[in-house]
């Protein structure tokens, strides 16, 4: 299966062909719809047919990383292995989700210490941060967090093999999640000087499209983590 949303976030319609329908769901040969995982919720959308349209409710990851399985609305007649669709995600709210993911990149440059959970739903988003004994200050992250928006930095996602990432140990150092190898090969999502950390998500190409964001609570969970939630202000 090919994931074609992984090379071009961009896209918002594909000719793909069925090939496993089962009580899970739609498989396909290609896709663009993003499945639930890494903080970022799966796409819903559309499957255009000649023998009717299909609602995709939801998008999930099946047994293996590159499984993606569409799930129909309850009720939906379905296709039959072979067939060809036109899949069509709902962009608006993608693209609504690419910012936000976008920004709590920048969010993990902004605040100094570990991530330890994050969960991104429509126009809003937040990031866990172990820190222990900080006080942060929300008017000062804002601040920042609006700069680097403001600064319109360039968003680059690339693939790195485990041999190149064990020969260039900087890498690491510079990213505040520690890569998963062992599959051969790595998805870094680099903001040139600003963050660098692996992520199979999908994100804008600058940070200007993000646009301006509003921090809201800063909560405490736990000793030493700190709940950081975000929207968009306008
Ligand atoms: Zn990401």
Same mark, same amino acid.
Request: aromatic share 4%; charged share 25%.
């Given at each position: 299966?090919?994931?074609?949303?992984?090379?071009?976030?961009?896209?918002?319609?594909?000719?793909?062909?069925?090939?496993?329908?089962?009580?899970?769901?739609?498989?396909?040969?290609?896709?663009?719809?993003?499945?639930?995982?890494?903080?970022? %919720?799966?796409?819903?959308?559309?499957?255009?047919?000649?023998?009717?349209?299909?609602?995709?409710?939801?998008? =999930?990851?099946?047994?293996?990383?590159?499984?993606?399985?569409?799930?129909?609305?309850?009720?939906?007649?379905?296709?039959? %292995?072979?067939?060809?669709?036109?899949?069509?995600?709902?962009?608006?709210?993608?693209?609504?989700?690419?910012?936000?993911?976008?920004?709590?990149?920048?969010?993990?440059?902004?605040?100094?210490?570990?991530?330890?959970?994050?969960?991104?739903?429509?126009?809003?988003?937040?990031?866990?941060?172990?820190? %222990?004994?900080?006080?942060?200050?929300?008017?000062?992250?804002?601040?920042?967090?609006?700069?680097? =928006?403001?600064?319109?930095?360039?968003?680059?996602?690339?693939? =790195?093999?485990?041999?190149?990432?064990?020969?260039? %140990?900087?890498?690491?150092?510079?990213?505040?999640?520690?890569?998963?190898?062992?599959?051969?090969?790595v998805r870094l999502l680099d903001i040139a000087g600003v963050d660098l950390q692996p992520c199979g998500g999908t994100h804008?190409?600058?940070?200007?499209?993000?646009?301006?964001?509003?921090?809201?609570k800063i909560e405490n969970k736990g000793k030493q983590n700190r709940r950081i939630s975000l929207s968009f202000a306008d």
């Open positions: 299966m090919t994931l074609a949303f992984r090379d071009d976030s961009y896209l918002r319609s594909l000719d793909a062909t069925v090939t496993v329908v089962d009580e899970r769901g739609i498989r396909l040969d290609n896709t663009i719809f993003y499945p639930t995982g890494g903080g970022q %919720p799966g796409d819903v959308g559309v499957l255009r047919r000649p023998g009717g349209d299909i609602t995709i409710v939801d998008t =999930i990851k099946g047994a293996t990383p590159d499984e993606v399985i569409h799930v129909p609305a309850p009720g939906s007649a379905l296709p039959a %292995p072979g067939e060809r669709v036109t899949a069509e995600i709902d962009w608006a709210r993608r693209h609504r989700l690419m910012r936000m993911h976008t920004c709590l990149h920048l969010l993990c440059a902004v605040v100094p210490g570990a991530v330890t959970g994050g969960q991104i739903s429509d126009g809003k988003g937040r990031l866990d941060f172990d820190v %222990p004994g900080a006080t942060l200050d929300k008017d000062e992250i804002n601040t920042k967090l609006n700069a680097l =928006i403001t600064a319109d930095h360039e968003v680059v996602p690339r693939w =790195i093999t485990d041999e190149e990432l064990a020969s260039r %140990p900087e890498l690491v150092r510079t990213m505040s999640v520690k890569p998963p190898t062992g599959h051969g090969k804008v190409r600058r940070t200007g499209e993000i646009g301006k964001v509003a921090v809201g």
